[in-house]
């Protein structure tokens, strides 16, 4: 009865593992194949991920939840991107360097995520880097501001804000093959520093605004 039950629940451990399996070629491959051609078929996807379409079908019922569930692996995998950056304890403009790095690396990993028609699918269902990344930026540029590294007279969460739209810009700006990825990193970093103020130290020692004088 011992060795019926233990050979069950190991013949069971390796169908989820099989699973497992699948699923990660599957959402890689889709990653790589969308990124290059968003309307591939799920028949390309498959291919790519040498499953065959009846695999993919079983774990994604229809295309849209095929893209959704690859939307949550990518919101994870830039939320991981941002933990092993620092941003906590890296000198404020080397954080700021860092953040922007992160989010080059993750953009080259999911190209799809700039592509315009891309659009009706959920937002992940936990830690969404819409409602995750503003603050820790804003943290970020909080501390810069307080060591005076940063202008301290614009609000950290309007920089916070400003810096998020210059790289979803120069993003754009790559994907529309105006600049070079390489390009777009070197004048996003300089736009954003500047943005900030690195080095300027404006305001007083409070992080409060200081009166212009007249």
Request: with cysteine; proline share 6%.
């Amino acid at each position: 009865m011992g060795d019926t039950l233990g050979t069950a629940a190991k013949a069971t451990r390796t169908r989820r593992s099989d699973a497992r399996r699948s699923i990660d070629a599957i959402l890689n491959a889709a990653r790589i194949v969308l990124g290059e051609r968003l309307d591939a078929s799920m028949e390309e996807i498959a291919t790519a991920a040498s499953v065959t379409r009846q695999t993919v079908y079983a774990h994604f019922p229809s295309r849209d939840a095929l893209i959704a569930a690859l939307i949550e692996v990518a919101a994870a995998e830039y939320l991981a991107l941002l933990d092993d950056a620092g941003l906590d304890t890296a000198p404020p403009a080397d954080a700021l360097a860092r953040f922007l790095d992160a989010g080059w690396r993750f953009i080259g990993r999911y190209p799809l995520i700039l592509n315009p028609t891309l659009t009706g699918i959920p937002r992940p269902k936990t830690n969404d880097p819409h409602d995750v990344v503003p603050p820790r930026l804003e943290r970020l540029i909080q501390r810069g501001q307080r060591a005076g590294d940063f202008d301290r007279s614009p609000p950290a969460a309007w920089l916070a804000a400003a810096v998020i739209g210059l790289q979803h810009t120069a993003a754009a700006e790559v994907a529309d093959g105006r600049l070079t990825a390489d390009e777009a990193a070197a004048l996003c970093l300089e736009s954003t520093l500047r943005l900030c103020g690195s080095g300027s130290g404006g305001g007083d020692g409070d992080g409060t605004a200081s009166a212009s004088a007249h």
